[in-house]
């Protein structure tokens, strides 16, 4: 059975940051590209960042340049670096494959506010 399970959320000021984890289990997670994807109220699930087996990276124009995707094959995690983080930011992210996902797990609740 294939879990993602991601963390590291929470609260934080405008301008602050965040580091979240996912941990994934139940896949050859080192072959597959992998994303963050995020969901806020009212609006469509959309792509953040993602990330190829290779270590490629690529990111949406929103986030470009504050916030860092990054994978441990190793550790079967997933990371993402958030910094000087928005009121926009403000979301559930989820992690999962690019294409073809699996069933999505929890997310994490991501709060910027003052």
């Known amino acids: 059975q294939v879990q993602l399970v991601e963390s590291g959320g929470g609260v934080v000021q405008p301008g602050g940051s965040l580091r979240l984890s996912c941990a994934a289990s139940?896949?050859?997670?080192?072959?597959?590209?992998m994303a963050w994807y995020r969901q806020a109220p009212g609006k469509q699930r959309e792509l953040v960042a993602s990330?190829?087996?290779?270590?490629?990276?690529s990111y949406a124009d929103s986030v470009k340049g504050r916030f860092t995707i990054s994978r441990a094959n190793a550790k079967s995690t997933l990371y993402l670096e958030m910094n000087m983080l928005k009121p926009d930011d403000t979301a559930l992210y989820y992690c999962n494959r690019r294409t073809t996902t699996y069933a999505w797990g929890q997310g994490t609740q991501v709060t910027v506010s003052s």
């Open positions: 990330i190829t087996s290779g270590g490629s990276t």
């Open positions: 139940g896949i050859f997670f080192s072959r597959y590209d």
